[in-house]
């Protein structure tokens, strides 16, 4: 398993850093066996499993949950466990209990916490306990009521600037990783030379110095609309429909269970058991 140092040599030996998210047993039992550098347990969690339109009703307990299913399906993988909303922000105690039950009760490596700002402190208090942290900025979705929708971000020079700004305020502050979500592949470049732990990119272009994506956005599971960023890999929908409609069909024309998959006895012992 690697860990937030080996992390840091990826980045300068320039190998690049493959994330993905999973949240539950099978998925990450799959991540693994990909062999994924990084397991996100991701509060799109509240998207693509729970059915919200939004991240922010994701709940302590929801990212506990799944969590624990995830370090089952992928005990030799490092997971980063998203921190959902509301709950880094109240005071640094809350953050710290918050933290420690993420880690302790889930046995995941890091935390994911958005933005900076008032969040800087909570980094700097939760790395000093002793749990990473990945920062992550851009467009930061708990946030999306204040940013007004789900929009590139940093595309003219002074919110690039500020992003750079926070990016270096979030390495300051001790995060292990910083993440970027949907910001002009320029500015991702330019932060990613100017950092020196690694950035990891989502909708941020190629030169960021790893990759992340959601689980059932590359395999189009469940979901019908993708970000231009996403590039589908596979199509799980259609082979799950097919697969559906088909078990519908042969129940209905009593085609199934035909007899390779029914039990028989003996026609001695039906003869005992009607006398
Ligand atoms: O929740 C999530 O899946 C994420 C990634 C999109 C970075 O935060
Ligand atoms: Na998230």
Known sequence: MKSTKDFLEMKNQRKKIVMVTAYDYPSAKLAE???????????????????????????????????????????DTF??????????????????????????????????????????????????????????????PQSVGVLGGFKVQGKDAESARQIVEDAKRCQDAGAFAVLLE????????????????????????????GQVLVYHDILTYGIERVSKFVKPYADINKQITNGLRTYVHEIRSELFPDDQHSFTMKEEELKFLYG
């Open 33 to 75: 066996q990909a062999d994924v550098d990084m397991i996100l347990v991701g509060d799109s969690l509240g998207n693509v499993v729970l059915g919200y339109d939004s991240t922010v009703y994701v709940a302590m307990e929801d990212m506990i949950h799944h969590a624990k299913a995830v370090k089952r399906g992928a005990c």
């Open 79 to 140: 997971i980063v466990v998203d921190m959902p909303f509301m709950s880094y922000h109240l005071s640094i105690r809350d953050t710290l209990i918050n933290g420690a039950r993420l880690i302790q009760e889930t046995g995941a490596h890091a935390v994911k916490v958005e933005g900076a700002d008032k969040v800087l402190e909570h980094i700097e208090a939760l790395v000093k306990a002793g749990i990473p942290v990945i920062s992550h900025l851009g467009l930061t």
């Open 182 to 209: 949907c910001v002009p592949k320029q500015l991702a470049e330019e932060i990613s030379s100017l950092l020196t732990v690694p950035t990891i990119g989502i909708g941020a272009g190629v030169h960021t110095d």
